[in-house]
């Protein structure tokens, strides 16, 4: 059987202590399949976008396992935790965070540049993941004066610049009008399908879970459902 691109054990996540303490996560097993397009679903405050960051390695659990690719993340130092995050992660985020005052080529290549790629082969793969979403016209643009849509291909530009094996997408349609959100949802899993990357989608939005091969509800800290092809009924559109 094929190792897990991503895998937690009995994973939980507290903040705080004493009376202020909150358990985000009690105790969740989750793998997650290369090639897989996979939701994660919740209201807000059910502890989705902890599990998330505890994935992407942005975030430490309280106790439990993280695993990528078999590797427990506890053993992997700093700098090996980052090189993971830059070279196998791309992120997609409900908030652009594009860098004002900057072109959206200078945007799109910041991964690489944090990952010290010379110059000439920052600008070639970012010109590529450009012309890829059609944006390569938009290159030398300020990345602030394009519309939501186009903000946010170029997010996914950036997230692709790196060639990651596993594409995370925190709403990433939140921002955006429902013909857009549909046009940029079409875009995630037309490149999740041609590239074999695995997206991992965190919303709030049946209708987007509904597209993706597998959906893991999460409720008060942990998963109570796990369904090929969409959430469970009980879980409707919230507001995350």
Do not use: W
């Not at 599990?51 to 990528?68: E, I, N, R, T, W």
Request: net charge neutral; aromatic share 4%; glycine share 10%.
């Amino acid at each position: 059987m094929t190792t897990p691109v991503l895998e937690v054990r009995d994973l939980t996540r507290t903040y705080g202590r004493g009376s202020t303490r909150f358990d985000a996560l009690k105790g969740v097993s989750l793998a997650v399949h290369p090639g897989e397009s996979l939701a994660i679903v919740g209201k807000s405050g059910s502890g989705k976008s902890t599990l998330m960051h505890l994935l992407a390695l942005l975030d430490k659990p309280s106790s439990g396992q993280v695993l990528l690719e078999g590797t427990d993340a506890a053993t992997l130092s700093a700098r090996q935790v980052n090189r993971a995050r830059n070279d196998t992660f791309g992120f997609v985020f409900q908030q652009f965070f594009l860098t004002p005052k900057t072109s959206v080529l200078d945007n799109v290549v910041l991964p690489l540049k944090i990952a010290g790629v010379p110059g000439a082969e920052r600008k070639r793969r970012g010109m590529a993941a450009l012309e890829s979403l059609g944006l390569a016209d938009k290159a030398k643009n300020d990345a602030n004066d394009l519309s939501g849509g186009q903000k946010q291909r170029v997010v996914i530009a950036r997230a692709l610049v790196g060639d990651p094996s596993v594409i995370f997408a925190d709403e990433p349609t939140g921002n955006l009008d429902t013909t857009t959100g549909e046009a940029v949802e079409d875009l995630l899993f037309g490149l999740q399908r041609e590239r074999g990357i695995t997206l991992v989608v965190v919303t709030h939005d049946e209708e987007l879970a509904a597209r993706c091969d597998r959906s893991v509800s999460v409720r008060d800290g942990l998963v109570v459902a796990d369904a090929v092809g969409g959430p469970t009924p009980e879980h409707g559109r919230h507001t995350a």
